[in-house]
């Protein structure tokens, strides 16, 4: 099926602006950290995933776990947008008394495949879906979207030595590299760099692309397994909240909420009304 | 109780192909009858206890049913967010099964005690706590825990402790199983101390004490109607475990005391103290340092019955 990559480019900014909108109107933080990932996410789960937003509990289905939970708003959209549930149950996001709270809770909405909000775990339950399809004979693969900050916990790295070891050719770690984590840059607070070269030591097959460019995306998420038998990391470089000139690679708006002016401004950036 | 776990694991993994073991790099031959039948549902997951509890996570997720295993503190204590978020959270029928709990390997030093695992499992909502008495309860308990659905902690000794039931108790979760009947003193014993309690209920039978053992192996759910008939019937409720005074089997009988005073019995727990042990030496010395002797709770026993007769009790509340 041909790619339509202007569509996908339409749905990334609808999303980048619902985002705005959802963080302005929660007084919800986070926002640059939700920006980073929409591309990936929209070339995951409107091209890669073997989803049916119908049946979002089919034994057989792709998993895609955000372990960098704190984005949960992105994943929302996303799920909401790609038809999972209806694009209204986002106006209650982090309300009291909603399903949609600030890091996605078990079960908190069809298409979220497991909670999290605290880092470093989501890598090891996709280990452990992807080894449950190898004992049950389905052939569904798993991803886990991590953020750089994410990596500065050291059970990432129990989990990198694990997959490989295990051969787990059906697992693929995506790594939002937006340059930032909550109070500094990612390379300076630990030693990340040489990143991709870690995962590539550790028995990964790692790729690096520019995590804004919805081909280069594409193509690297449509080719699992890729035949060599190993893990597949990809250090997805990105711009810590892409999309809103005002935020880009601005860490204040790790958590900074958006204005309702901001929210306009932001809006006319990304070619909404 | 290792040994029995392992055989009884074979067993259940036979008639249950959802069963997986994760060992966290420990239980050298222990498991080869296992891994000989079931080499597909076994992982070796290294010197890893985070990325482990995480993956029995996800496997729970797609319907497997995950046991991991390791020396308690291990098991326990070093991977609790894991087992906070990733299991409790979620609601998974993840077992954790911790061996050598509480002083079972004391010559090794604080490093691999755990007297302060209950402690913090407990406070986790979902959770099921199971501290088998003797192997036969062992047995039970893995059965059990695999019905019941959700996540459950199992806490095992270590090899070659005294059979206490002479064969298969009637064995529920959340039910304590009567073991010797008495009159004054109640010894509600808790895991691996279960044996002892023993001798301690015949060490205060010597000294003109009748004393009743229950095997409480469930410390959550705690079994209420239990606490409800001994608080009522006895003068002296002794709660007996290889965990610290903090936070375990007492202090839950103690929590539940607190919200049902005033009964009948006094209540006396018996625990490790609230200090590390810096001194070598295996479980017997152990045990013997921290008064979890026959001697030491029969003696500690018949303090609190002297204190409950000469200060008598408060009336019952009415119903």
Known sequence: MEINFTELAAIARSIRGKLVEMSHQARAPHLGSSLSCVDILVAAYWTALRIDPQKPYDPDRDRFILSKGHAA????????????????????????????????????????????????????????MALAGRIQGRSYRVFALVSDGECNEGSVWEAAMFAPARCLDN???????????????????????????????????????????????????????????????????????????????????????????????ARRELGLR | MRNAFAAELSAVASEDERIVLLSGDIGNRLFDRYKEKFNDRFFNCGVAEANMTSMAAGMALCGLRPITYTITPFNTTRCLEQIKIDICYHNLPVIIVGVGSGLSYAGLGPTHHSCEDIAFLRALPNMTIICPGDVWEVRLALGAAIVQGGPAYIRLGKKNEPVVHEGAPDFTIGKGILVRPGTEVCVLSTGNMLPVSVQASEELGKRGCSAAVFSCHTVKPLDEQLLFECFDKFRVVVTVEEHSVIGGFGSSVAEWLADHAPRKAYLCRIGTADQFLHEAGGQDYARHYFGLTPTGIAEKALRRLEARNSRGYPAPPSR
């Open chain 1, 171 to 265: 697992l693929v770690a995506i790594i939002d590299f937006n340059g930032w984590q909550a109070t500094g840059r990612s390379c300076e607070v630990m030693a990340l760099k040489p990143f991709r070269e870690k995962w590539e030591s550790f028995g990964w097959h790692a790729h690096e692309v520019d995590g804004h460019d919805l081909k280069q995306l594409v193509a690297m998420l449509q080719q699992v397994p890729d035949g060599r038998g190993k893990p597949i990391a990809i250090v997805a470089h990105t711009i810590k909240g892409k999309g809103v000139s005002f935020m880009e690679d601005d860490n204040n708006w790790h958590y900074r909420i958006p204005t309702a002016e901001e929210v306009n401004a």
């Open chain 1, 73 to 128: 708003s992105a994943l929302f959209a996303t799920l909401a947008y790609r038809g999972f549930f209806p694009v209204e149950l986002l106006y209650s996001y982090a309300q009291p008394g909603s399903c949609l709270a600030e890091h996605p809770g078990p079960g908190c909405a069809p298409g979220v495949e497991a909670a999290t909000g605290s880092l470093g775990h989501g890598l090891s339950m996709g280990i452990g």
